[in-house]
C-alpha cells in the first residue's frame, strides 16, 4: 500500500471514529470501485492507472475483511490488526493518544479509581465474544490463520484451511502430520514461508539434502535441534520441502537404500519418540528431544509418483493424457506406498494428503493484481512504487507458467527489470517496469 493512500485511509476513518462515527457502515471499496468503473469515471484512465485503481481497492478491501459491508470500528480494529506496528510505533501512537486524553474531559465515576488513580481490580475489562483481532498470533483462531495467508498466497483455498487448522491445533499441543501434493510455484512452501514470518516454530527444510547421524551430508537430522532451546525442539513444525525427491530410492553400491534409511529417523519423530543426538560441535554433549510435539510437513509435487502411476494403469494408444492438476488430486495413501516410495508406517501417521492445483497464465495475472502480488512485495522491499503495463503482466504471465515456476518467475523478472533502472537511477522513487 502506498503512503498517501494509507494516509487518506487512517485520516478518513481515524476522523470519523473520533466524531462518534464508529458505528456508521461502510461500503466495501471494491464494490465502489465496480459501481464507479460501470458508470464510466474511469474511462479515461490507461489501462496501467485503472488496474493500480483496481488494486489499491482490492488491498483495502481485506480490511473489510471482503464483506459487502462492515462498520468504521470494525473496519478499524481490523486495518490494525494486520498492520505491522512495532512496539516502539505503539509506544509512541499511546503516548500521542495519553496527551489527548490528559486534555479530554471524560466523565468517569470516583469510586472505580483507587486512592493512587489506578483501575480497581474488580473491573472486567475480558473480552466478550472470544479473541479478538488484537490477540498476539499465538491465540488466532483457524479463520484468523486463514485470512492471513490469503494476503500471501492466491486460491488454493482448501490447501490454506489445511495449513491454518494444522498451525492451530499445533500451537494447543496437538500435533499433526500432512502431505502437500502439488507442482512447483503452487503455494505449498510459500505457504509456511509466510506464517514462519510471525510463528517462529516452523522451519522449513530441504528434504534431499538430509542425511541421518554418521553420515556425509549437508543437513543431518540432529542439526534441526542443535541450534534449538529443549522446549521450543520439541514443538517444531518440519515443513520438509521436495519430501518426494527425499523418499525415491537411493541405492548405493553395497544394496543400501538410504531413502529407507531417512524414512526410519523420520517414523522416530513422527511416533513421539525422545530421542538423543550427539552435538557435532561438542562430541561430549548430547541433546535430548521429546518429539510429541512435533507435526511434520511433506511437501512435492511427486511427479515420479504420478509417472510411475500412469504407466502402471496401462494408458497406451490415442489416449490423451491426464491432467496434471487432475492426477495429483486423485493422489491416494495407496499411491504414496505403491509408487512414492513411501513406508507404509509413515503414510499410516499421515492425517491428511493436501492437493494444490497447477496455475495458469490468466491465475497469475490475477495474482499480480491480488494483495499477493509480487509487484506489491517488491514495492515494499525497496520502498518504491512500480508501474507494470498490462502487456508486460499478461507475458510475465505466460513466462510463468511456461517456466513451471510460477510467481518466483515473476519476482526474479520485475526484480532483474528494476535493476536495470535501479543501475542508472538508484534514488528514483518511481519505475516503470516493461518489455523491450
Known amino acids: 500500500m502506498t503512503h498517501d493512500m494509507a494516509k487518506q485511509f487512517w485520516n478518513v476513518y481515524l476522523g470519523m471514529a473520533g466524531k462518534d462515527g464508529a458505528h ?213 513444525i518440519l515443513v520438509i520441502d521436495e519430501a518426494d525427491k527425499m523418499m525415491e530410492p537411493q541405492v548405493a553400491s553395497g544394496g543400501t537404500d538410504y531413502a529407507k534409511m531417512i524414512q526410519n529417523e523420520l517414523l522416530k519423530l513422527m511416533d513421539g519418540d525422545t530421542l538423543t543426538f550427539t552435538d557435532e560441535k561438542d562430541r561430549n554433549k548430547k541433546i535430548t528431544v521429546d518429539c510429541s510435539g512435533i507435526s511434520i510437513v511433506l511437501c512435492g509435487s511427486f511427479e515420479r509418483m504420478l509417472q510411475e502411476r500412469t504407466e502402471a494403469s496401462g494408458s497406451i494408444g490415442f489416449c490423451q493424457p491426464e491432467r496434471e492438476e487432475s492426477r495429483i488430486a486423485e493422489c491416494s495413501e495407496e499411491d504414496l506406498i505403491q509408487y512414492g516410495n513411501v513406508r507404509r508406517e509413515i503414510v499410516g501417521r499421515i492425517n491428511q494428503i493436501v492437493t494444490l492445483n497447477a496455475l495458469g497464465a490468466e491465475d497469475f495475472e490475477a495474482i499480480m493484481e491480488s494483495p499477493a502480488s509480487p509487484i506489491q512485495k517488491i514495492e515494499q522491499s525497496h520502498h518504491v512504487s512500480l508501474t507494470v503495463d498490462k502487456d508486460t503482466k499478461r507475458k510475465l504471465a505466460t513466462d510463468a507458467e511456461k517456466s513451471g515456476l510460477g510467481c518466483r518467475y515473476i519476482r526474479s523478472r520485475l526484480q532483474s527489470m528494476l535493476d536495470e533502472q535501479m543501475f542508472d537511477e538508484p534514488d528514483a522513487k518511481e519505475y516503470s517496469l516493461c518489455y523491450e
Open 24 to 236: 456508521v457502515n461502510m461500503s466495501n471499496p471494491v464494490d465502489d470501485f465496480k459501481a464507479r468503473a460501470h458508470a464510466g469515471e474511469f474511462d479515461k484512465l490507461t489501462d496501467d492507472q485503472y488496474y493500480r485503481k483496481e488494486a489499491d481497492a482490492e488491498e483495502l478491501s481485506s480490511f473489510w475483511h471482503y464483506k459487502p459491508s462492515e462498520t468504521v470500528g470494525q473496519i478499524l480494529l481490523n486495518a490494525l490488526a494486520k498492520t505491522d506496528i512495532s512496539d516502539v510505533e505503539i509506544d509512541d501512537i499511546a503516548g500521542i493518544l495519553a496527551d489527548a486524553s490528559v486534555r479530554t474531559d471524560y466523565y468517569t465515576e470516583e469510586q472505580e479509581c483507587d486512592e493512587e488513580g489506578l483501575l480497581n481490580d474488580d473491573l472486567d475489562f475480558s473480552p466478550v465474544d472470544g479473541p479478538t483481532p488484537f490477540d498476539k498470533p499465538e491465540n488466532w483462531t483457524p479463520r484468523n490463520i486463514y485470512e492471513y495467508l490469503c494476503q500471501h498466497i492466491y486460491g488454493q483455498e482448501a490447501a490454506k484451511k489445511a495449513v491454518s487448522m494444522l498451525m492451530f491445533h499445533h500451537l494447543r499441543g496437538n500435533s499433526r502430520n500432512i502431505v502437500m501434493a502439488g507442482p512447483s510455484g503452487s503455494g505449498k512452501t510459500e505457504s509456511w514461508r509466510a506464517l514462519s514470518k510471525i510463528y517462529d516454530c516452523i522451519r522449513i527444510i530441504n528434504g534431499p539434502q538430509l542425511s541421518c547421524d554418521g553420515w556425509k551430508g549437508s543437513l543431518k537430522i540432529s542439526d534441526i535441534f542443535t541450534c534449538e532451546t529443549k522446549q521450543r525442539a520439541g514443538h517444531l
